[in-house]
């Protein structure tokens, strides 16, 4: 089979910026000075959304790949412990580590060794397909809530 055209699409959708907003447009223009704020109604931080994202991302990656992997406990290994003074050094170093291991999520997808409908040696019943969805699914997700916290904070 082939599958260019899949990959090609689970590309795109990794990256985001089709039915919502980018990762590089949002990610790439944060504001150290609004990533420690909550809106009244926001349960989370944008430095706590962004680290979870990173955290999750490299836990799916990290658990596809290798199977020495070790989770993080639930639910506290999946977000930061504090939620410091934000800086632009610290800022620029989680959404590099983000970026990085996204990286690392769309090679595996441009890899034609890895049949992406196969299940994962050591993945409970998963597929890499399940595991690359999961990645852009989660991703989504937590991107929307960084943009309802920043347009509540910008409004």
């Known amino acids: 089979m ?4 899949l990959r090609k699409e689970l590309i795109e959708l990794l990256k985001g910026g089709q039915a919502h907003s980018s990762l590089e447009a949002v990610l790439n223009d944060l504001k150290p000075e609004l990533c420690n704020k909550r809106p009244l109604g926001i349960t989370r931080s944008v430095y706590e ?3 979870h994202m990173r955290l999750a991302q490299e836990d799916i990656l990290r658990y596809t790949l290798d199977p020495a992997w070790v989770s993080p406990e639930w639910p506290d290994g999946f977000w930061p412990s504090d939620n410091d003074e934000m800086t632009e050094e610290i800022l620029s ?3 590099s580590q983000f970026f990085s291991d996204l990286d690392e999520v769309i090679a595996l997808v441009k890899n034609p060794k890895f ?3 196969a ?4 993945g409970e019943g998963h597929t890499y397909l399940r595991e690359v969805l999961l990645v852009a ?3 989504a997700y937590h991107l929307g809530k960084i943009v309802r916290t920043l347009s509540q904070l910008s409004g």
């Not at 082939?2 to 055209?5: L, N």
Request: glycine fraction near 0%.
């Open 119 to 122: 299940l994962i040696p050591h």
């Open 93 to 95: 170093n989680t959404v």
């Open 115 to 117: 049949d992406l409908t």
């Open 49 to 51: 959304e962004l680290v």
């Open 2 to 5: 082939d599958d260019k055209a």
């Open 137 to 139: 699914d989660h991703n």
